[in-house]
């Protein structure tokens, strides 16, 4: 979990926020001991904004990865991923545990599950 957090932390000075001010970093722990960076990166056109979680899962995605152990997300404050992310990340990841780091050290687990219960997806 350590070597995740830290890449996650690492990943937030890559984020481009000119507009929320509020830099993410992401790392996603695939099967095989890969671990894939995000971060967020914002548009002028706010719609077209990634977040950190998905831009790490679908990089993942795009290099050929499709199951995973845990993802970190290291942000401003303590908070959790938006809806969008937590969607994808049940949809793609499955129930995983998520690693949520704040600037102070502090750092919350839940499992993906928990962060959207009752979810969405063609197979439940």
Do not use: W
Not at 24 to 32: E, I, K, P, S, Y
Not at 49 to 65: D, K, L, S
């Amino acid at each position: 979990m350590e070597k995740l957090v830290q890449k996650a932390c690492e990943m937030r000075q890559f984020a481009h926020a000119p507009h929320s001010h509020f830099q993410v970093g992401a790392a996603l722990l695939t099967q095989d001991g890969t671990i894939i960076g995000g971060c967020n990166i914002e548009s002028d056109s706010y719609g077209l904004t990634i977040c950190a979680e998905r831009n790490a899962i679908f990089t993942a995605y795009a290099q050929g990865h499709r199951k995973f152990q845990a993802l970190s997300i290291a942000m401003n404050s303590n908070s959790t991923p938006c809806g969008a992310c937590r969607q994808i990340i049940v949809e793609l990841c499955g129930n995983i545990p998520v690693y949520i780091a704040d600037l102070t050290g502090s750092i919350v687990t839940f499992q993906s599950y928990d962060l959207l219960p009752h979810h969405f997806t063609l197979t439940t």
